[in-house]
């Protein structure tokens, strides 16, 4: 099994869709989880942590389901600008939780 | 304040050549990571190092690549003799202090192409 695994897509969706990304990870005792995002031959950039309890900024959900080793991340309405490719990322756990796991990531592309 | 400098943006080199690549971290930052990104790839971990110290280096290969964080100076991440396979986007991350948030943040990447 992948350390983290991504829906492979890529997702083709019109402006004003919702769209979802589905992420497992293998190392159940990670300790920290985020979504990144990043744009074509650029360097990833943060775009939410996520809890168990849940977070939303915006139009963005995050959700963390620690039994089932699960993440999801829920984009509503989409724009334009949300095209990019989206990235599960995993810490590691104990003293290695310096390092991030990302997945191979899952290309959105939005359309007008 | 600027963020994390990465140099060369592109570097192309030839099969047997050596590769040299620069990260100078966000100001008040003493800790840096290396992660490569292989063509249709997710980042890799490779290296983390503090001034003059590294801390894991479990990610790199065990031959041709070594990196360095000196007490001046930026971190550079050196590749010899490369070869094709070696063709990635290399990404410099600093920190203040032990990542263990989302207190990191990722330079722009220096593509390296090897021909």
């Known amino acids: 099994r992948k350390e983290v695994e991504q829906d492979p897509g890529p997702f083709n969706v019109p402006e004003g869709a919702t769209v979802a990304f589905n992420c497992t990870y293998s190392?159940?005792?990670?300790?920290?989880f985020f979504w990144y995002r990043q744009d074509c031959r650029k360097e990833p950039k943060l775009l939410m942590s996520v809890y168990s309890s849940g977070n939303e900024d915006g139009r963005f959900t995050a959700q963390l389901n620690r039994a089932s080793q699960y993440i999801s991340l829920l984009i509503r309405d989409s724009k334009l600008s949300d095209s990019a490719t989206y990235l599960c990322v995993v810490t590691g756990s104990g003293g290695s939780n310096y390092k991030l796991t990302f997945g191979k990531g899952t290309l959105l592309t939005v359309n007008p | 304040n600027a963020g994390v400098m990465q140099n060369p943006r592109h570097l192309v080199r030839r099969r047997g050549q050596e590769a040299r690549l620069r990260c100078s971290p966000m100001k008040g930052h003493s800790h840096v990571y290396w992660y490569r990104q292989l063509p249709e790839e997710g980042l890799k971990f490779m290296v983390y190092?503090?001034?003059?110290?590294?801390?894991?280096e479990s990610g790199m290969p065990k031959e041709r690549f070594s990196a360095e964080f000196p007490k001046e100076g930026p971190s550079i991440l050196r590749i010899q003799q490369v070869v094709r396979g070696d063709s990635a986007a290399y990404f410099c991350?600093?920190?203040?202090?032990?990542?263990?948030?989302?207190?990191?943040?990722f330079g722009e990447g220096s593509w390296l192409t090897v021909v």
């Open positions: 190392n159940s005792a990670s300790q920290s």
């Open positions: 190092l503090q001034k003059e110290n590294i801390i894991d």
């Open positions: 991350a600093s920190s203040p202090n032990q990542f263990s948030g989302n207190t990191i943040y």
